[in-house]
């Protein structure tokens, strides 16, 4: 018989990610690695990509946004072993009434598509290692 098991999304729908695992860091010191880990990608996120600033919010309970700027968030997600750093387009109540009263997503997407090299070469640097998600285009399903 077959076993059911859920599984929870390391990354918010859309992103761009990359991933490292957690394994090796001893229970006592997880939230010491936990807190460096954060801080090496503020720095070196804003340090390739000045248009970003530090914040502190959540996406839903499980994605922790780290950096915003106009158009887009970088967090992190931990599940089971393994932690992804993402990048994607931000879906906070500001955002959006922006959304209503101009067409800012499309050029947020835009944006994104001609930034993800820059965020997997800086994930890279830090330890993650890019995983390769379509970028969401909902424009080429109307053609």
């Not at 393994?82 to 209503?100: N, P, T």
């Amino acid at each position: 018989m077959r076993q059911a098991t859920a599984t929870a999304r390391l990354w918010p729908d859309g992103a761009q990610v990359a991933c490292r695992p957690l394994s090796g860091i001893p229970p006592v010191e997880w939230l010491q690695a936990y807190v460096a880990m954060v801080a090496s990608i503020r720095t070196g996120m804003v340090r390739e990509m000045p248009s970003f600033a530090p914040v502190h919010r959540w996406r839903g309970t499980a994605h922790r946004v780290l950096l915003r700027n106009p158009y887009a968030d970088i967090g992190l997600t931990c599940f089971d072993g393994q932690a992804a750093v993402w990048l994607g387009e931000r879906i906070d109540r500001h955002y959006r009434i922006r959304c209503e009263w101009s067409d800012v997503s499309g050029p947020a997407r835009h944006w994104l598509a001609s930034i993800a090299p820059t965020f997997a070469a800086c994930a890279e640097r830090l330890g993650f290692v890019p995983i390769d998600t379509p970028i969401d285009q909902p424009w080429l399903e109307a053609a």
